[in-house]
């Protein structure tokens, strides 16, 4: 190699390290910035519509019909009130905190407690798991509004009611006194099989203390941020401006719409 030649190839390798300090530089500025902005001065992300990439899948298995609400909202009812039994899977669209609230109830006649013609005294059981890690456990709240038959008494089978509060879903609703879920085992609650084709994994079955006597059980817990750890956009205050749309594919920037257009 030539001198010439020689300096010519060490003046590109002195470019070319130059040119990966300055990208390294700029990388590092730009990751502190970003972690700045994150903890300073959230939320930093524009207003945008949430994507199902936003949603969590939440599965749901009762025996034998429930209802769901989030934050006061209706989400999901059963669609099936007794057998088969079935696994509601539902997506939803997280808001933290997550007032969880559900209304649970066992196969009973509401004058007798009892199933199937008043032949039978039938068990109950709930459990619950959203993929943002939510679950059901000890840590929610329980408590039993229909009994029955009282005593087990299937020769003259009556029913203990207490009146369900009209606001028992709401997310101010103070459940600060009633128990907490006792939880059961796979064994105690028999699961039918489309329970094993859902992802139930770290879920517990829950309901109050008695599983046969107590039909009618409500059940609630607040989830304060979600347990993965995983940070996600409020979109509750999305009617409170004009959003942009959607990313878009290949990571462009989201277009923006008229203010007279809406979807
Ligand atoms: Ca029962
Ligand atoms: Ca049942």
Same mark, same amino acid.
């Given at each position: 190699?030539?001198?010439?030649?020689?300096? @010519?190839?060490?003046?590109?390798?002195?470019?070319?390290?130059?040119?990966? =300090? =300055?990208?390294?530089?700029?990388?590092?500025?730009?990751?502190?910035?970003?972690?700045?902005?994150?903890?300073? +001065?959230?939320?930093?992300?524009?207003?945008?519509?949430?994507?199902?990439?936003?949603?969590?899948?939440?599965?749901?298995?009762?025996? +034998?019909?429930?209802?769901?609400?989030?934050?006061?909202?209706?989400?999901?009812?059963?669609?099936?009130?007794?057998?088969?039994?079935?696994?509601?899977?539902?997506?939803?669209?997280?808001?933290?905190? =997550?007032?969880?609230?559900?209304?649970?109830?066992?196969?009973?006649?509401?004058?007798?407690?009892?199933?199937?013609? +008043?032949? @039978?005294?039938?068990?109950?059981?709930?459990?619950?798991?959203?993929?943002?890690?939510?679950?059901?456990?000890?840590?929610?709240?329980?408590?039993?509004?229909?009994?029955?038959?009282?005593?087990?008494?299937?020769?003259?089978?009556?029913v203990e009611n207490e009146a369900i509060p009209a606001d028992w879903f709401a997310i101010d609703f103070d459940d600060s006194t009633w128990e907490w879920a006792r939880e059961y085992t796979e064994r105690e609650i028999d699961p039918k099989p489309?329970?094993?084709?859902?992802?139930?994994?770290?879920?517990?079955?829950?309901?109050?203390?008695?599983?046969?006597?107590?039909?009618?059980?409500?059940?609630?817990?607040?989830?304060?941020?979600?347990?993965?750890?995983?940070?996600?956009?409020?979109?509750?205050?999305?009617?409170?401006?004009?959003?942009?749309?959607?990313?878009?594919?290949?990571?462009?920037?989201?277009?923006?719409?008229?203010?007279?257009?809406?979807?």
């Open positions: 190699m030539s001198r010439h030649e020689c300096l @010519s190839a060490i003046r590109a390798t002195r470019t070319v390290a130059g040119l990966l =300090m =300055m990208t390294a530089a700029a990388w590092i500025l730009g990751a502190s910035s970003h972690a700045r902005g994150q903890t300073q +001065n959230q939320p930093q992300e524009p207003l945008r519509k949430p994507t199902l990439a936003d949603t969590v899948r939440g599965n749901v298995y009762a025996d +034998n019909w429930f209802v769901l609400y989030l934050n006061g909202q209706l989400v999901a009812v059963d669609s099936i009130a007794f057998i088969p039994h079935n696994v509601v899977s539902v997506d939803i669209l997280p808001t933290y905190p =997550m007032t969880i609230a559900v209304l649970a109830k066992d196969n009973a006649d509401p004058q007798t407690g009892m199933e199937y013609a +008043n032949t @039978s005294i039938g068990d109950a059981g709930f459990i619950l798991k959203f993929a943002d890690g939510t679950v059901t456990d000890g840590s929610w709240r329980a408590r039993c509004f229909s009994r029955g038959p009282i005593n087990g008494d299937t020769r003259r089978p009556r489309p329970f094993y084709d859902a992802d139930f994994a770290g879920a517990k079955f829950i309901w109050t203390d008695d599983l046969e006597l107590d039909n009618t059980v409500i059940f609630r817990r607040v989830v304060e941020t979600p347990p993965d750890g995983r940070p996600r956009t409020d979109f509750s205050r999305i009617n409170e401006g004009v959003p942009a749309g959607p990313p878009r594919r290949g990571g462009g920037q989201p277009r923006v719409r008229k203010q007279s257009g809406s979807r």
